[in-house]
């Protein structure tokens, strides 16, 4: 297998430290591009090279596609890492890539296509023979339309943007009387927001779990599956914690969903890793809801528990190599807390600024990738995470204790942050019989700021 001779990562943060970690074990030079804003961080330091690509705003630096090609030029990169967020899911990059002659490391431009248009990508899984929730085939036509379909579906319903993703363009409709105002709202945001109005219609599943399966797919046509992992907590569609193996999942369980996440990968021939996110409802029903042709924050979990490089195998496919085809399952139990730079007793408000002091945690089973240090200024210009900690034990309950010690001993100081919601979070009794779904955060009492933790 010839491997990449040097690869440019269009992202920032931990995801570019991250993906530098494993370029560098594999014998990869690596080109850092940042903005203006990003000057001092730890990407720019460590990378064999850097190119700034813009000013602080994202969409004149790391959206710009121009100016990061230009950065390939000029440094003669041979791939090109997108990360998550900013280009990664985006198809005309991976198309810029191809023209200019240098690996996109990911799926096809057609692939993130195919699951870009959520209509699209759940026609292709009815074909599949993956099982969706039941609504409407296709785009609704107009209001009297989804009226008439909800009626053979069944209150509650809920409009979707197809477009969308991440609840953008999401209305729950309850009872028929909503339906005009819910119809009129989700278009307008969905307009808005994705310059496409197209709405369809689903069957509400109350209170799922969010349960999504890691696929890995090669240019030789295997493809197969590393297990669950469990994003139940979220907030505002934000994931705060996920976890694998999924609390709620047995044997019989996953190999049905992994089965199906393959079969999902298959039928769009997937390179690259990817994410097939399902709902899990309370009988045990799961149904297809998205698939993310990216590497995702929380893959770290993943890692975790089958202990395996997953940035490693994205490089490794995208360079031809081929793979065994055979599952992956956990043999650990491992749980991720996403620090952000928030103030959780003030809504989860940004809480951008100089970090003063920064210690992490370290010891046995905890790990911690992190773009930040003592003196660092986080920007307010992007996303708000700045740490990620990953405990792995034996058992779920040893791995919470691991994760409270390792909160505990988190310094932080001159910002805000998440890491006292989690230490609430892990002394929850609900969270800690793992008997939880997408709403526990909703009806989560953080207490008092400050107050005593045993
Ligand atoms: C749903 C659903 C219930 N029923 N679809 C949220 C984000 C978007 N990707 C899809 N989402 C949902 N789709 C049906 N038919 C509930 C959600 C949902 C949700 C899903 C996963 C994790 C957290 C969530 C929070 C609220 C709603």
Redo the contacts with the bound molecule.
Sequence with gaps: MKLFKKVLIANRGEIALRILRTCREMGIKTVAVYSTADRESLHVRFADEAVCIGPASSALSYLNMQHIMAAVEITDADAVHPGYGFLAENAEFAELCNEYGVKFIGPTADMIRSMGDKITAKETMIKAGVPV?PGSDGLLKDVKHGLKLAEGIGYPV?L?ATAG???KG?RIVWKPEEFQKSWDSARQEAGASFGNDGIYI????EE?R?IEIQIAGDQHGHVCHLSERDC?I?RR?QKLVEEAPSPFLDDELRKKMGDAAIKAGKSINYEGVGTVEF?VDKHRNFYF??MNTRIQVEHTVTEEVIDYDLIKEQIKIACGFEMSGLNYYPTMHAIECRINAEDPYRDFRPSPGKIISFHSSKGHGVRVDTHVYAGYSIPPYYDSMIAKVICRAQTREECIAKMKRALDEFIIEGVKTTVPFHQKLMRDPVFISGDFN?SFIDNFDLGEEGEELD
């Design positions: 929730v809920i979707k993703g991440g609840g999401m689903e069957k509400f599943i799922p969010h139940s979220q569609h709902l809801m998205e997408t």
